[in-house]
């Protein structure tokens, strides 16, 4: 979604044995320029060294990154698969590959090459050939790119990651003499959504898949935005304060943080947690340390989640947990990213009209007209993935539970249903859900881990992961760029449906302390 580095690369597990290149092949990158593959024309190619300096663009182009580990050919490509189509790719040739590919997914409104110089790194050190795409036009906080172009709005929604796929692959045969024995994809947020796309819509695409707080269910998350918004703006207006949101968390760690046997500011499953925020509304009028009944209302309406006038459910709320932290950006500051979204989306998908504003929101009209309007395209949330299972595709899902972007129970539900459809396929995907973490990274639980390594140790070894370990960094900017950190803390993401349960000795900040136990 907005501005948000996504998680995923990590600091890789081992791979498989590296595949050394012929110094031939390595010293002739620059030779690829003007070479056509795979539906798509090299325009620049380029060898940077080991300890080359590496930048981002967009939003982020002043951040601090670390230098370039290994060195890699940096190619960059063109591909125009329609009229009016022009996606601009970007894939990373590692000199001492390990005969794996993987793609990457974007963000919110734009493609993955913004944060290339982040979520690039770690992968290519361990021998990856990396990719990841614009999507079709430039990175954007709002949708009037797509405004009369209905070939940029495929492009966004699922064309633009699987024509990259298909010329990355054929680029990394061409260089190394060698097709990719494996290849994986890894999305969150957005890229989530891009993620579940290519489980769906092109299950020949890759061999596994791994979706982060999928954006999938996009008319329904949509919608989810409006409503949290109309819940916000009234009549009456309410503006929380970050003093209120403080009080709201405060008091719901004060009910259920002890729920899992640790006390530690985080709850491992926000489910068990009953909590109304009536129980600081205050006695008369409003004040600093309770809630007036207009916040009251406002909360449940979040916690609830979108209804249609008859009592339709249309997506899940949001969990309590995560108020202080994660809501502000994401939620109820003025210029919150949701709101940029619910207006965005609804102003260009569906209605397609610049003058149209979030006032004029109608939940049971405009998310029917979402459905038939911009659902088809972009929507990713069908649940039967047999025909990527069939060829054997492994799928990871994963989700924080303080996510203030995407509710984290939608995932579960469309885990439980794919799960249900795929019948005996069903163990070829997992479920991770991430206590304390916050949209794809950060909040107050661990959330720094390695999917992509967990997914290619299922391949190898033939185990499915049941127990993932994550960790809290003394600086998370620090660590997505790139620099040394030290852990602080450390926990196990258990297979869902199981919980981590302390096992009542040792430290309750360190992982080897927990067991994965059934629900109860």
Not at 136 to 153: F, I, T, V, Y
Request: net charge neutral.
């Amino acid at each position: 979604m907005k501005k948000t580095i996504r998680l995923g690369a990590g600091a890789l597990g081992a791979a498989a044995a590296l595949w050394p290149l012929a110094s031939a092949q390595a010293a002739g990158c620059e030779d690829l320029v003007g070479k056509k593959v795979g539906g798509g024309v090299v325009t620049s190619a380029e060898r940077l060294p080991a300890g080359a300096k590496l930048s981002l663009s967009g939003a982020w182009a002043a951040a601090p990154i670390a230098p370039l580990p290994a060195a890699i050919c940096r190619v960059k490509a063109q591909i125009s698969p329609v009229a009016g189509s022009l996606i601009n790719v970007e894939v990373w040739l590692p000199e001492t590959w390990n005969g794996k590919f993987v793609g990457l997914g974007g963000g919110g409104y734009s493609g993955g090459l913004d944060t290339a110089a982040i979520m690039f790194p770690p992968l290519t050190t361990q021998g990856y050939a990396t990719a990841a795409t614009d999507v079709g036009h430039p990175s954007s906080e709002d949708a009037k790119w797509s405004n009369g172009q209905p070939e940029k709005l495929i492009d966004w929604a699922h064309r633009g990651n699987h024509v990259t796929a298909v010329f990355a692959k054929a680029l990394i045969a061409s260089h190394y003499a060698k097709e990719a024995q494996r290849s994986y994809f890894h999305g969150c947020s957005n890229g989530g959504r891009d993620a579940l796309m290519e489980a769906w819509r092109y299950p020949q695409d890759y061999d596994g898949i791994v979706a982060g707080a999928p954006a999938a269910p996009w008319t329904r998350a949509m919608t989810g935005f409006a409503w949290n918004m109309q819940a916000l703006d009234g009549p009456p207006k309410v503006t929380f304060t970050p003093a209120k949101l403080k009080l709201v968390t405060k008091a719901v760690m004060a009910r259920c943080d002890a729920l899992d046997g640790v006390k530690d500011g985080v709850l491992e499953d926000p489910r068990l947690c009953r909590f109304d925020p009536a129980e600081l509304q205050c006695k008369s009028g409003d004040s600093a340390d309770c809630l007036s009944g207009d916040e009251v209302k406002a909360l449940r309406a979040i916690y609830q989640g979108p209804r249609t006038r008859d009592g339709k459910q249309i997506s899940a709320g949001f969990a309590p947990g995560g108020e202080a932290s994660d809501w502000p950006a994401w939620i109820t500051n003025a210029k919150s990213n949701q709101r940029n979204f619910a207006t965005e989306t609804f102003r260009w998908f569906v209605h397609r009209d610049e003058a149209w504003t979030l006032d004029r929101f109608d939940l049971d009209r405009d998310f029917a007209l979402g459905l038939k309007r911009m659902g088809p395209v972009i929507d990713s949330d069908n649940r039967d993935l047999r025909p990527f299972l069939k060829q054997g595709g492994k799928l990871i899902l994963y989700h924080g539970w303080n996510d203030a972007a995407l509710p984290p129970e939608n995932t579960i539900a469309y885990y439980g249903q794919m799960s249900k459809l795929a019948g005996p396929m069903a163990d070829q995907a997992r479920l991770f859900m991430a206590p304390g973490m916050g949209h794809c990274f950060g909040g107050e639980g661990p959330s720094k881990f390695d999917m992509v390594a967990e997914l290619d140790r299922w391949f190898e070894s033939g185990a499915a992961p049941e127990r993932v370990i994550a960790s809290k960094p003394d600086n998370m900017l620090a660590m997505l760029a790139g620099w040394p950190t030290q852990t602080v803390q450390s926990r196990p993401l258990c297979a869902f449906p199981k919980r981590a349960r302390w096992n009542g000795t040792g430290s309750t900040d360190e992982a080897a302390n927990f067991s994965c136990v059934a629900a109860e």
